[in-house]
């Protein structure tokens, strides 16, 4: 705790708004989802207003205190074990029976606790009232009504949880005596022991609570043994719980059943988006079109198909010929990126041109405008482009869509061995590998968490981004691929990875039973611009951030790698660099998937960015912009980035099997340093090293497959069989193994 | 080496030096290096291994019980 301020805990069920009320007290911008599961360790704020002040912990979100997932463990620790002054309870109150069996279990903690009953004007909407005085007098809690969205009664709020954290405050039960007996004489075991909170403690030790029988081993056993409690002493006190809920709690609640008798919006276009036969194609479509609106030079196809543009509709000759329209109606991803691309282009020539006149040596000039300039552009260059596809992407979320794809999903992946659930971190790494990695701790089994945070990587995060549209953008002008299908093409390779990958993974050493899936479904609601324009805020500056450091000082030392010989000397031909002669050893590994060895002279940057990008995933694109720059071999005019690269491509001879492999091998290796320490963090001891040969080997076969077949298409008369007895082989081991376990 | 190269070079050397500078900070401090900071916290990674330690402690027990 800081300066010795007081510590008030935000605790509640999953999605019911803690992060956002969290936001409200400490006017912080942390994440916020529309989807159960957003927040996986505590957070940290300062609530000031006037004389009060104090520190707002943001817990993750739990749906009682007998935790199956690490962070429900993370919530149920902090509330027994940091002490907070006060527990403020986030109540949904459009969900409120589910929402108090929480509390019912958190009453009896010795802690002071207030109830924020949020979303209280979405429920009065709706026609239901609940009694805030009635359910506060029968709780003997404080109920304060508020809606942490629109910002309303949060002082109220705050002032209250501050009066209430200079009390004290004993735990109370509401479990009735027929559950428990002799319920004081339990206490008093935990309570000679010198253990806080007996009373919770005592409770959980009769409902043979896995943790609590961890911690408190010898108690638990007496404990039981003075209640004579049954086996299903849990079952009837989960009952109990609700028969108090329902009979005490939810008489204050009136006006209930007009809701439950007509369907709401959400439920309506539940019926559409979630539909058996629908759910698959909507999908797909919405995907395309967020890509179309990313990517595309020709947006929705509309002059492909419809002759919109070219037809029977022409920009030609129009303002918007140029800006809007080349070949087809830009999309607004294309339309920001060539933008800011050519400012930065334009700029990148400045620079160059000033230092030269300034009467800078060649060395310097190179180093500045080749070695720093040239790396960080191209990759400021499509944070447009990322932006764009992050605004679609949270679009989604925020209204409650892609809670619904984990549902839609459930059943697909459960074949393969994998919960509906694991598919949000997976979502989530479409943005970022690292906070998807952490969002693993929802899931409840180890083994689940091990595949998915094995195959999160697959999924092209905003980084990878950046190699799909550079090498996607040589594809179309080198060998008249289209960009979009091809940036498509890669995000569906990861997930057809993933699937195979998840398969073998189920069938060898990840072998379980699938794991139940219960999620709770948001409501749709519209997204809100503030929310949105914050997120991607944060996005902009945390990328622009590591551009000015991390991808800058990996820039500087490939230029003076690539600048100095073995003799230690300053040289211009950078085939005579350190860097090079050590890429040239390596670049064989390489040959079979099609960028190592046959490649001409400069062959080997390829090698190296490769290597590069297995740091940061900006730094691969950034380097072969650096060595299109230092080579000699740059566009036209010596500024423009995607000729550079194509000027690259077509000087190294590398083949389309061989980019669309080398696209592939950065898309699924090692994703960066920061998810291999997240991964390091999550994984259980010793499974670190496993995963990365993991994604090494997977990335290296997969490479191969696809530079045999692009280039050499006959080879798939020996691929798929190939690949078709490794799954056979799998199956049968899978079955022997199941048999051996039955038997045992 | 004219003036301006020794300019370019003397602020290409600070700026490695902060990078480092900064990034052996952040680790005597236990927090996460540069480039590293997107929604981890050091403090998070500490409960994720208690968690395992917890979990490995239950489950000896859970085999000690099972064995007896």
Known sequence: MSNGSKMIALIGNPNSGKTTLFNCLTGSHAYVGNWPGVTVESRRGVYKDGEIECEVVDLPGIYSFSPYSQEEIISRNFVLDENPECVIDVVDATNLERNLYLLTQLMEIDVPVVIALNMADVLEKSGVTVNVDGLSKELGLPVIPVSALKSRNIDELAKVAFQESSRKRKGRSILSKKVCRNIDEVVEVYDKASISNPLFHAIKALECDEIENGIHDKEAESARKIAKSEDDFIATSIDDRYKYIADKCMVHQTGLKTVKDKLTISDKIDRVLTNRWACFPIFILMILAVFSLTFSSDLFFLNRVFGIGNGWITFEGTWFEGLLWDHGLQSPGVILTTFVQDILDGLSGLISTGLESWGASSWAVGLVSDGMVAGVFSVIGFLPQILVLFLFFSILEDCGYMARIAFVFDRLLRKLGLSGRALIPMIMGLGCSVPAILNTRTLNSEKEKAKTIRVIPFFPCSAKLEIISAISGCLAEAFGLNATIVGFSMYLLGIVVSIGTVILMNLTTQREKTPPFIMELPNYHAPRPASLLIHLWDKAKHFLEKAATVILFSQIIIWVLTHIGWNMTYTEDIGKSILASISRAISPVFTPIGWGAQLGKNGWVFTVSSTVGMVAKEAAVASLYNFANAIGIAGVDGTESLSNLIALVNDTGITMGGLISLMSFNLLTVPCFAAVASAKAELPKGKLVFTILFWLVTSYLVSMVVYLLIDYAWTATIIIPLFAILFVVAFLYSRKMSHKEANA | ?68
Not at chain 2, 4 to 16: H, N, R
């Open chain 2, 1 to 68: 080496m004219k003036p301006i190269d020794v300019i370019i070079l003397i602020f290409v050397i600070s700026f490695m030096a902060g990078i480092i500078g900064v990034n052996i900070y952040r680790k005597v401090k236990k927090r996460p290096m540069l480039g590293q900071d997107c929604g981890c916290s050091s403090k998070g990674r500490a409960l994720v291994k208690a968690y395992h330690k917890e979990k490995v402690k239950c489950d000896c027990r859970k085999k000690e019980k099972a064995d007896l």
